[in-house]
Nanobody, 114 residues
Framework: QVQLVESGGGLVQAGGSLRLSCVASGLVFATYTMAWYRQAPGNQRELVAG???????NYADSVKGRFTISRDNGKNTVYLQMNSLKPEDTAVYYCRAGRQRDYWGQGTQVTVSS
């Protein structure tokens, strides 16, 4: 079955960096659009960044210039490099694989202290 496993979250001070990884299995990874979402307590889940099978990318305005999404099809992995982190980036970050249907990971907590 399809599995998406995120890692790399943690506690970091404002201005710091983290790199999230999401390893996918059970699907033809290279054919899927991959994306990172986040959900803070009391908020709806929101798109952070996406990358198509052709490696076109898009970002939420709030993270443009600070976050970079990338993929390694040989490793079935999508990454989210997060720099210049802010307390408002604190959330659970989820990986999503999208094609005819969507698959989600279990999430990884990112906490940015001020």
């Amino acid at each position: 079955q399809v599995q998406l496993v995120e890692s790399g979250g943690g506690l970091v001070q404002a201005g710091g960096s983290l790199r999230l990884s999401c390893v996918a299995s059970g699907l033809v990874f290279a054919t899927y659009t991959m994306a990172w979402y986040r959900q803070a307590p009391g908020n709806q889940r929101e798109l952070v960044a996406g990358i198509t099978s052709g490696s076109s990318t898009n970002y939420a305005d709030s993270v443009k210039g600070r976050f970079t999404i990338s993929r390694d099809n040989g490793k079935n992995t999508v990454y989210l490099q997060m720099n210049s982190l802010k307390p408002e980036d604190t959330a659970v970050y989820y990986c999503r694989a999208g094609r005819q249907r969507d698959y989600w990971g279990q999430g990884t907590q990112v906490t940015v202290s001020s």
